[in-house]
């Protein structure tokens, strides 16, 4: 069990950092700020722990929030979304081609360990899959939490500073006041799908069963609203603090030349991203943030609230993380057999 000094350690710098965040008037402060300050306590060896238990309540929040953005209009577009998830699909080949040869050469790791860290799919699965086939698990970790930090980062300051756009403080979760029917229900949302999701063994499990269940409420239009702010962004303290702990123990060093790589390769898929969302914006009038919001290689949590915070379809944007993620799990164990046979170690 993880002690209770180091998660309140932890958990009161996330929240510094949220706030000094929000003061310097920073894109997504609570959940960028928070991550950071949390990080550099991590690194620097102060005594911050984060309890795994406390993630999966957090991102069904976050969840059951996201999925307030299916409205019953967005069943109309089905044939749209069709061609854009295999535009997704080919993105995904693309990004497998360039990135995990670069892991392999400059990481000089072996090829199941490149393939795992080098392909957007969820930490957790890429984690699990890593063990299983006796990779490098530590090159993975630090692969995919850099991943995500370094889009967040990128992300957030494109719409900011690029584009002018308000990637603000809290995002706008919904317009319908909650009444206490709502919040029976969305509580439901986040405590069944959390089970159900585990049942059903989905990946970020705690996170897409509450998504689905509250898309399929709000699609059928039995509630309009969404978990209140002081909630969310609770949950964007939490979930950052959570993505800064996951470097404890991690030497400045061992850091510093993994986020070289993580950086090299992100910007790399980000930037095969903007040409993927170029091409959505040629075949289908996405508007090209949105398409960016789509492709990057961040966490489907992370891009969620960043869709949220600029107004964007975040229906469309969680949809496309998910059958991204779900691309690269299925695919995952015959690539990596088909690797281990062409190439060895």
């Avoid at 949302?189 to 159900?196: F, K, Q, R, S, T």
């Avoid at 799990?329 to 046979?341: E, I, K, N």
Wanted: aromatic share 6%; hydrophobic share 60%.
């Amino acid at each position: 069990m993880t002690r209770p000094l180091p998660v309140l350690l932890a958990l009161g710098l996330g929240v510094l950092g949220g706030v000094a965040f929000y003061l310097a008037h920073l894109p997504l402060p609570w959940m960028l700020g928070a991550l950071c300050l949390a990080m550099a306590a991590a690194v620097t060896g102060a005594p911050v722990a984060f309890p795994a238990r406390l993630r999966p309540p957090t991102v069904a929040v976050i969840g059951v929030m996201l999925g307030s953005g299916f409205t019953p209009e967005l069943l109309a577009l089905g044939g749209r979304w069709a061609v854009s998830l295999g535009v997704l699909a080919l993105y995904v080949v693309v990004v497998g081609a360039v990135v995990v040869p670069f892991y392999r050469v400059f990481a000089r790791t072996d090829w199941q360990t490149a393939y795992l860290a080098g392909l957007p799919g969820g930490l957790n699965e890429m984690v699990e899959l890593g063990e299983e086939k006796r990779a490098d698990v530590r090159v993975i970790i630090l692969a995919h939490s850099l991943r995500i930090v370094v889009t967040i980062a990128c992300i957030a300051l494109w719409f900011r500073v690029v584009e002018g756009r308000a990637v603000g403080a809290l995002p706008p979760v919904g317009a319908a006041p909650i009444t206490l029917h709502d919040a029976v229900l969305l509580i439901g949302c986040a405590v069944l799908g959390m089970i159900g999701g585990r049942w059903l063994r989905l990946p970020a499990a705690a996170f897409l069963g509450p998504l689905i269940l509250s898309a399929a409420l709000h699609l059928g239009g039995v509630t309009e609203s969404a978990p209140p702010a002081p909630l969310v962004i609770a949950a964007q303290i939490i979930l950052g603090t959570g993505l800064g702990c996951r470097f404890v123990g991690v030497r400045p060093g061992v850091l510093g030349r993994a986020a070289v790589l993580a950086i090299a390769s992100t910007v790399a898929t980000i930037l095969i991203a903007g040409v993927f969302a170029l091409v959505l914006w040629a075949l289908l009038a996405v508007p090209a943030g949105q398409g960016m919001l789509a492709f990057a290689p961040g966490g489907v949590t992370e891009m969620g609230l960043v869709a949220l915070a600029i107004d964007a379809d975040v229906a469309f944007v969680a949809l496309h993380h998910i059958v991204r993620i779900l691309i690269v799990v299925v695919l995952a164990r015959p690539l990596l057999a088909l690797l281990a046979a062409r190439f060895g170690n």
